[in-house]
């Protein structure tokens, strides 16, 4: 089998005004497409970050990619990472994330784009050899990956534009009240079993006061983790730890409470002097292996949030599987706003991993049919959980109709790059800055 093209297709979604550290989501979040259609008359998908520079990084292996046996993955990760190395080592600040909006680091854009190609070629084998994706990356360890309800606080508002606004399902989400509300409805519609809030928004008693809630609201057998994307200051980080010290226990977790491995090790090395041993997750402090030892050696994080668009594809993140359960670390899942096809290509690596530890988070929920691109309309999540379906590859056709939806949407919007406080500075305060401690 060859690939014969490669096709990228540039989307927009709806996306609610979704609140972090990094500001606030745009009307719409970017997506790419990507198909690589070979001569056996099979097409690979996969689904990626959007914009120029995901579009860039694609383009500039379409050369490469175009004639190649979708088998042979191997090859184009030496010749992409190597390519990564040199410029990493000539970078003046080396690659660090702390600063940049997860998946926009332009220092990792060839794990993207590798993951992106090596994603659409295991859904070609899969086809090609009648396979679930999962089967074909060394086998399932379970059929159902469980996902957790990822809170936002939130602007009223359901994403969209004027004649394209969708339906505000959420309101407005600022206080306890409305988190406790905002996660009742979302449980009620996924059945989920584990709860990460996105903090890094409001002051810290407030963000504390909404864990509280939660923990009545929903009790002890559903585990609590806060991300407040490096908001805090190392004695925020440790004052928020001490107070949520029994929430965030049995099964949550602290996730890039603040800047850096030296700050996260300094809040674990304080905790554990209080007896505290809430752990530490991160997807800003370690994004990629080299950023692993580091991690062990300060004891700064505990569970590794693993995700196949950024970490170089499904294979490595098997990889980063067998090593954080060698180095007795946990295992969890990032995401960003994203469509069926990337939550299908989250759920078979996920099911192919020995050691994940927890519920991958998803912001699925946020997005809704009116921007699937999927075949038959949304995933469908039963009891918090997405199943790996009877069929081979990722399991999942395009509409193509929804994709030339996408398309245009694309093509009306002003941005091409993901700016959270540029919409921060448009809808909320003209002087915002994403300044790191906030509090
Ligand atoms: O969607 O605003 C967001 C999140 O903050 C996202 O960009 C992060 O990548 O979900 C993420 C995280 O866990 O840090
Ligand atoms: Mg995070």
Redesign the pocket.
């Known amino acids: 089998m060859k690939i014969t093209e490669l096709v990228l297709h540039p989307i927009a979604i709806a996306d609610p005004p979704l609140r972090s550290s990094y500001g606030l989501h745009a009307p719409f979040a970017l997506r790419t497409v990507v198909e690589l259609k070979t001569d056996s008359g099979l097409t690979g998908f996969s689904e990626t970050y959007g914009g120029d520079g995901p579009l860039a990084g694609l383009e500039a292996v379409r050369a490469r990619v175009t004639g190649m046996d979708p088998f042979q993955l191997a090859g184009l990760w030496r010749d992409l990472s190597a390519e990564a190395e040199r410029e990493i080592a000539a970078a003046p600040g080396g690659r660090s994330q702390t600063f940049l909006v997860?998946g926009e680091n332009p220092l990792d854009r060839h794990a993207r784009t590798f993951a992106a190609i090596e994603i659409a070629c295991l859904d070609l084998i899969g086809k090609a050899t009648g396979k679930p994706v999962c089967d074909v990356i060394g086998g399932r360890v379970r059929d159902r990956v469980s996902f957790s309800a990822y809170l936002f606080y939130k602007h009223g508002g359901g994403g969209g534009v004027g004649g394209d606004a969708r339906e505000d399902e959420y309101g407005e989400v600022l206080s306890a009240e409305a988190c406790v509300r905002e996660c009742r409805q979302m449980i009620a519609q996924y059945g989920f079993r584990e709860i990460k809030l996105?903090g890094g928004v409001l002051d810290p008693a407030m963000e504390i006061a909404s864990i509280r809630a939660l923990r009545a609201e929903f009790g002890a057998s559903y585990p609590l983790r806060i991300?407040p994307?490096c908001a805090w200051s190392v004695d925020t980080s440790v004052e928020v730890g001490r107070a949520l010290k029994n929430e965030l226990s049995g099964g949550g977790y602290l996730?890039?409470p603040c800047a850096t491995l030296e700050g996260m090790g300094e809040v674990r090395r304080r905790l554990l002097a209080e007896r505290n041993d809430t752990p530490q997750?991160?997807?800003?402090a370690v994004t990629c292996f080299a950023d692993v030892p580091r991690a062990r050696e300060l004891d700064a994080v505990q569970i590794v949030?693993s995700d196949p668009h950024y970490w170089g594809g499904m294979r490595n993140v098997q990889q980063l599987s067998h090593l954080t359960g060698v180095l007795g670390m946990g295992l969890s899942m990032?995401s960003n706003s994203h469509l069926g096809v990337s939550l299908m290509a989250m759920t078979h690596v996920a099911a192919a991993c020995p050691n994940l530890t927890y519920a991958c988070?998803t912001h699925y929920p946020w997005q809704t049919a009116q921007d699937e691109i999927v075949e038959g309309g949304r995933v469908k999540f039963v009891d918090g959980c997405v199943a790996i379906p009877d069929k081979p590859g990722l399991g999942v056709e395009l509409d193509y109709d929804q994709i030339a939806r996408g398309r245009e949407r694309y093509r009306k919007i002003p941005f091409r790059k993901r700016d959270d406080e540029a919409e921060m500075r448009k809808h909320v305060d003209p002087a915002w800055k994403r300044v790191l401690p906030r509090w």
């Open positions: 997860p996105k991300d994307n996730e890039d997750a991160s997807n800003v949030l990032h988070d």
